[in-house]
Nanobody, 123 residues
C-alpha cells in the first residue's frame, strides 16, 4: 500500500508563494497524481491533476495561471507551485494517487491520500 507525505505548507501573506511537495514510498510512474484542498466548512475540491507522463494537466479555474503541478517520477514526488496566493486559497492541501494512469476529477477515483498540509494565506 502506497503512503504519501506532503510538506511545504505554512503561513504566507497574500501575493506570496509556496511550493508543496508530496513524496510516495513506492513508484507511482504508472498513475495520475493530483492535489486536492479543503477549506474550513467547505467540501474537498480538486485543485490540479496530472496524468502519468505529465502530458495532460487539469487546473481548477480559480488557480489557473497561479498554480503549477509537476512530477518527478524518478523521485516519486509530485509538486504544487503556488504563486500569487490569495486568502481564498487557505485550506488543507492533500496529494492523492489515482487508481489509473489518467486523471479523473471525482475524488473516488483516487486510491491513496496523504495526511494533508495546512496552507494559510493572510490578507
Amino acid at each position: 500500500q502506497a503512503q504519501l507525505e506532503e510538506s511545504g505548507g505554512g503561513l504566507v501573506q497574500a501575493g506570496g508563494s509556496l511550493n508543496l511537495s508530496c513524496v510516495a514510498n513506492s513508484p507511482f510512474y504508472n498513475y495520475a497524481m493530483a492535489w486536492f484542498r479543503q477549506a474550513p466548512g467547505k467540501d474537498l475540491e480538486l485543485v490540479a491533476a496530472m496524468n502519468y507522463n505529465g502530458k495532460e494537466i487539469y487546473y481548477q479555474d480559480s488557480v489557473k495561471g497561479r498554480f503549477a503541478i509537476s512530477r518527478d517520477n524518478g523521485r516519486n514526488t509530485v509538486y504544487l507551485q503556488m504563486n500569487s496566493l490569495e486568502p481564498e486559497d487557505t485550506a488543507v492541501y492533500y496529494c492523492a494517487q489515482s487508481k489509473t494512469y489518467y486523471y479523473l476529477t471525482p475524488q473516488s477515483t483516487y486510491r491513496y491520500w496523504g495526511q494533508g498540509t495546512q496552507v494559510t494565506v493572510s490578507s
